[in-house]
């Protein structure tokens, strides 16, 4: 087990690509020190200036958000991200490692943690500027802890490390990174047959009710979470994606597994869209919260991913709901509203804006997924030339 999580620590480095890289930038919870220690280690054969640890104490975060007002909540040094920005200036590689507490953030109140989500970004404009437009080496990955595995998931905490092991090719006599690496390659011959195809819309229909038509911008790329400089974004990573045209899509779809927003559940939803826009929605459970992610700026209620994913995948596979985004997306197809991404449409590497939007692609101050495939999920591509292509058919990948 030692080994593994050492050999994983390593794994999360290799995908920065960090030989011509003088400093990192890493984001974690406070109780995840001993992982804390293996990346500090590991990090010490990159030859790097320096290692900048930014621990977030989650517990911390919830009792100020509790007990302090927006206008104070605003003050305080915890939710301002300026030390992003510092570090963007210094072309630092950022690894953000995540490790869900469930339920933490249930007594609080939904619009506080909206707005705070909003001032916190605000702190981070120049970080954001080189995120966003692909020009920093970052990846995201998950570690686990009690909370998470007893509490969230009924499992002990070596079965959830033993299910992070395996889904992230993580094993006794491998090298990882290489299999990695042979892996996104083949996801990179899908994302090359999807853009032969040059397709004009998709139609999605699955028993659930999704009956979905989603339009794609004349110059749109499909891509995997390999980056073009061959950093890997996420880990783990299933999926080829693309940016869909914001303001032209049509139908309803039913999301296939619940959304865990800042450590809360967001239940049984789905989505009624025309003309790009999102114009009602339900859920059973967290329609507030819902509400707020929809409605967090004028183009948050529009779309900017959709993604494609077996779901006879490493991830699905598990039959376990992770109750983390980041390995449930990776499960399912998905969309995602908000933001799209700039290495998804022709000839718009540092557009943002109306700029972006001109080409088709939506700009946002949030990007969320949520989880729409199931086994009865069917996508249908229509090119220009009006050839029907099957793309997914019982929920798998065919083309």
């Known amino acids: ?11 999360l480095l290799q995908c920065l690509k960090l030989e011509d890289k003088d400093y990192l930038f890493v984001s974690m919870p406070s109780f995840l020190e001993e992982f804390k220690n293996l990346i500090e280690e590991e990090a010490e054969s990159f030859g790097l200036k320096e290692v900048y640890f930014d621990i977030i ?19 305080h040094p915890l939710f301002d991200h300026d030390i992003y920005n510092k570090y963007a200036k210094l072309d630092a590689a950022f690894l953000f490692i995540s490790s869900m507490v469930p339920d933490l953030m249930n007594d609080i109140d939904p619009k506080k943690i909206k707005d705070t989500t909003q001032y916190t970004r605000s702190t981070e ?8 437009t692909n020009k920093l080496n970052w990846c995201i990955a998950g570690v686990p802890n009690e909370y998470w595995a007893s509490k969230g998931l009924k499992i002990s905490l070596e079965e959830l490390w033993d299910k992070i092991f395996k889904v992230c090719l ?6 990882p990174y290489k299999d990695w690496c042979d892996k996104l390659d083949r996801l990179d011959e899908v994302a090359k047959r999807l853009n032969a195809y040059h397709f004009k819309y998709l139609e999605y229909q699955n028993e659930l009710g999704t009956d979905l038509k989603i ?8 891509a995997s979470g390999k980056d073009e400089n061959g950093v890997i974004v996420n880990m783990p990573t299933e999926e080829v994606f693309t940016s869909p045209l914001y303001n032209k899509t049509e139908g309803i779809v039913y999301a296939s597994k619940p959304l ?15 003309e790009g826009k999102i114009v009602e929605y339900h859920a059973k459970k967290g329609e507030d919260i819902l509400k707020g992610i929809i409605e967090t700026d004028e183009y948050s209620c529009y779309l900017g991913e959709c993604a494609l994913v077996s779901y006879d995948s490493p991830i699905s596979n598990t039959g376990i709901l992770f109750k983390d985004t ?15 991404f700039n290495e998804c449409v022709k000839d718009s590497s540092d557009l943002r804006g109306d700029d972006l939007r001109h080409l ?5 101050k949030t990007h969320i997924d949520f989880m729409i495939g199931d086994a009865t999920l069917n996508i249908i591509g229509t090119t220009y030339d009006d050839e029907k292509v099957q793309i997914m058919k019982d929920g798998n990948i065919i083309i």
């Open 1 to 11: 087990m030692e080994d593994k999580k050492r050999k994983y620590a390593r794994l």
């Open 170 to 175: 993580i094993e006794d006599d491998n090298d």
């Open 360 to 364: 088709g692609v939506n700009d946002s």
């Open 215 to 222: 339009y794609l911008p004349e110059g749109h790329l499909w």
């Open 260 to 274: 865990f927003y800042n450590n809360i559940m967001i239940e049984d939803f789905n989505m009624k869209f025309h």
């Open 57 to 75: 104490d989650p517990f911390k975060k919830h009792d100020l958000l509790r007990d302090l007002d927006q206008e104070n909540i605003n003050k």
């Open 125 to 132: 404009k120049y970080f954001r500027s080189l995120y966003e």
């Open 326 to 340: 980041l390995y449930d997306e990776n499960a399912s197809c998905h969309l995602a509203i908000g933001s799209g």
